[in-house]
Every structure is written in structure tokens, then in C-alpha cells.
């Protein structure tokens, strides 16, 4: 569910069958622009160490996110670009997917599914997201 | 013309808090919410957020240090009245950085200034405010902590907002925090522990603008938020009743019929309606029978009923006797309510809550609260030590609201002194029934007698009674016999005369 809602997200700012440069950057936009509406919440630490457990729990299936893990607090994001720009374009799309779902899938742990789709209805208001009565109707 | 300007008063959304505060919350008020840990700060704040906060109203939370706003949202959405909805359209969150509060309170005003200034909320909380103080302390502070304060509630109060600065405070802060001056309304939460017993209670030390009801006030907790319980409830309601009863007294009594019948014809045909009687006996003298018949012939006069157990769980307590099963047909058909209170850290207060909630929605006419003995050990330990003072509270309120209130307590029988309550508090209801056990011709029989009855010229009779499955059956008035309350009544010999 949320690999289909982190798809959509990326697919929203990014056009598919672009160089892996181009991947990253629109990537790093979506996290940025995530990360400044959770801050805002939750405050820097709280979301920057949130993204951090996202990195390490995706490192299980796209291993060279490990690249990340000693980057400055403040040089994740471009640590990150960097990591999708070394890799094949449809990797990079994958991965970027990946790692947004389980940070999403992590929030949700924490703040329940209801909260965390407001907050990207927040964040992507244009984005058409079910509620969760809308899918169990 | 009264040109004052009005004060808005805004729904805090907490049970019985309105109440307390004289109406509710002023609107533009500059508050502070204090206590210790775990005292329920954040839940009655963010349980006040989340009533107040409409689009027409938005609110903004501000959280500095204290709980992680991750945590607050992960936790606080277990109470019902968190709706995820609000969140970001009616509720902002907004969580200042360690940068900012480290650089002093000059930059935490600004901040905070800026946000207020660009959002225009009209309900703003910052959480923890001890959070700022303290960071002030650790900073070369150019602003003093009371300059601080009060541009802030200058500030937020020109912007149209209401506020409430929460935060960790000791009891002897309160007289010299610059805060507790500034603040227009103090409101202290605070939690006692005796025995195994936790009381959480509330004040209000100020509030300007209005009356609060003065004194402290218990709350509890549960999935629900909290829900306050007034010390005084319906205080002016009780004065103003009591006036109206002085300008309309009735020329005759009105009497409920406890549905004994020589127990009723002992008492000039009942009960005082809107009066209190104690009945008190050993155990298995019969109480919770003549409770029951008191329940029944108010329905079949229809005047529904309300029991409050507090030592058995109502289906035992109904099923022991074909009475009780009678009254658990007409539970199930709504003409008689039940009221289980059974935890042991129970306020009265709450208790209280409970049966005027029940005696208001079902329009109660009679209450039976079996038993007092019950009721005490259910009662918090912090609340029976005042357990006279509780007891008359509550009788002063019941029967204030023209409940007709029938209380049982269990006395232990003695022959060598005549109580009629453990609690040294008969003197509190306008009626004591006293029931008792004697040795009569080599058998225990048991004896009934009217002790007192306010306003009704009762009978002095001691008349034997039996109990039987239909109730108490009353006999016969018991002459001949001195002695009877000793427990080994003597027939009382006539003089014979000699023959001259």
C-alpha cells in the first residue's frame, strides 16, 4: 500500500526514463519538501532521525544506501542524491520509491495510517489519495 | 446601560471544566497550565485544543523540548476526542528548534512572534513553556524572564489569541514567578497517592474576568480525555431552589410510600418526598429488601428508580431474591436504573457526577444507595477520612434535586449502646429506620422501629417483622416486654393483687 502511495508521490514530480542525475535531484526535491512539512511538526530532529531509520531499514534492499550512513546530519539529502546518481536510472526510480515508502510505512508505525495520509495530503494536495473509509467502502 | 465589554466564553470540550471555571474559558486569556509530571497537563491542553480549534478558529501548538511532538501525536490520538483531521488545517503543530530556544528568550519571542503573526491562530499553546524558562537560564538572557512573559501575553493577547503556557512547576513557585502574575488565569493540576489509591485534582488559583468555583476539583482519565468533577456542583442552582421552596412551602408533606405497608402507616403513609432516610440494621436484617420494595412501588407509581451498588455487581445483587429478580425485569425495561460503582479509588464527586447524570436523563424520583458501608470502601482513602463531609454533600444534593433518598448502612448490633451508623453521621438525613435482632421466647426475631422522621409525628412502636420472599412483612406492635432494645427482652409482670 505504501510502495503504491510512495510511487504515486514520485511519479507526481518525476517523469519516468530520465538519466539517473535527474532521478536524484527530483528525489531528493520530494524528500525535502516531505521532510520540511514533518519538521515543522515534529521538529528537524525528530524527522531527520526518522529518515535516518528509513535509510538503514531500505539498506536491506537497495544495499548501497549503507553509502549514507556517515554523512553529517545536515548532508543526508546529498548524500543520498549522490548514491541514486552513481546507479541505473530505473534502480535510482526504484530505490527513491523504496525509500519513501518505508519512511511512510515507519511514520505510520508511530502516528497511525490516518495522520500520516493527512500529512501528505498536506504535503501534495493535488496527489488523489483514498481515506481509509474510502478504501474499505 | 451596562457598556462592559462582554467576555466571550470559549467551550473547553472538558467534561464538567466549564462548570468550574464559571462558564468556560475566557477568550484572549493568557493562562498557565501547571503541575508535576504525569499529572495530565498535556491531555487536558491538547483535549482543549481540539475543541476549540475550527477553521474559523485555528489553533497553534508549540512544542519546546518537553514531551517529542512524535510522541505527543503517537499517544495523544488514543483519546477520542484526537481527530486526525484537524490536524494541520484547524491544529498546526509547530515545534521550535534547540537553536532557537538556545540563543535566548529575545529569539524564542521573535519566533514565536513571526509564526503567530504569519498563521493569526486564536488558540496557541506552548508546551513545554518550563522548557523556555530553563534554556533562558543556560542563555545570556538580554530579555528578563517577567519582560518575556509579559510581551508575550501582550503580544498574543493584541492578536487575538488565547493561550495556555504549560509547564512543570513546584508548589512554592507560586508565589514568586513572574509568570503566575502576568498570567490572567492559574490553572494547577496535581495527583495524590495514599495507600493504592491515586487522586488526580484540579484548581483553578485564578481566573480574571469571572467566578470560578473555588477549591480543588477531581478529575480522571480515561479514553475519553478527562472529565472533571465539580467539588460544588450546581452550587447557585441548590441557593436558588431553596429560595423558591421558602417563597412556595407546601401546606401538607407529601409522602412517598416506601411500599411496606406497616412501615409506611408507621410513618403518617411514607417518606417525606425530597427527604433522606437512613435505614440501619445488622447484617440480614432485611436493608436491601426494603430497599427494593422502596424501588418497586416507585415504578408501579410511576416514579423511576435508581439503585447504586457498590458492593456487589448488580446481577448478583438482583438475583438473590424474587424481589430482585421482579426489579431486573423492569431494569431491562428502562423503568429502573442501576449504577455498579465498584472501583476503590473512587472521589465523590465523580460519584455524585453519576447519579445526577442518571437522576437528570431518566428523571429519577427515588434513589436508593445501598450500601453507605459499600460506598466508603469504594471511595479513594483520601475521601473517606472526610467521609461525613462527603455524606452530607451528597444527601444536601440529592435531595436538593427532590430526590427521595433512602441510604442503608450496616450497623453492628449492641446491646450495651444504641448507634445508628459507624459513621456518626445519622444525624445527616431526616430518617432513621433502625432494624435490630432479639431473643424473644428462645427464638432471634427481629425488630423494626421508626427512630426519627422530620416534620411526622412516626410511631414509637417497636414491631416485630418478618422477611420473606414478597419483602417485609411488618406485625404487630411489641407491648408487654421491657427491655427490647437489650436484646433479652423480660415480659413486664402485672402486679397481682392479694386477696384481702
Redesign the interface.
Known sequence: MFRQLARQIISHEQSPERPPQDVAASAVRIYAKWLTCL????????SSA?FRRSLRLTEVTFPFFSAVRDAHVNSVLSAVSTCLQAQDANVAHEAAVELLAIHLELLTT???Q??TE??VR?TWPDLSIPTIEERHA | MNDRVPIVQLDTGVPGLNDVLGGGLPEFSFNLLAGGPGAGKTTLVQQICFAVATPERPALYITVLGEPPLKLLRYQQQFTFFDSAKINSSLRFLSISHDVLEAGLGHVLEKIVTEVEASNPRFVVVDSFRSVIRASTQADAELSLQAFVQRLALHLTSWQATTFLVGEYVESEKEDNPIFTVADGVFWLSQSLQRNAIVRKLQVVKIRGQAPVPGLHTFRITDQGITVFPRLPLPLDISADEHRKLTQLPTTIERVPTGVRGLDEMMEGGIPTGSSMLIAGPSGSGKTILSMQFLKEGVTRGEPGLLAVFEKRPSDYLKGSPLGRALARQVQDGLLHVLYLRPLDLSLDETLEEVRTVVHAQGVKRVVIDSLSGLELALAPHFREDFRETLHRMVAMLTAMGITLLLTVEVVDSYIDLRFSPHGTAFLTDGIVLQRYIELDGQIQRLMSVIKLRGSQHSKELRLYEVTDDGLVIGNGLTGYEGLMSGTPKRIRTPTRRKP
Open positions: 519538521s515543522a511538526i515534529l521538529g528537524e530532529t525528530g526518522l508511530l502516528i497511525g490516518q495522520l493527512q500529512l498536506d
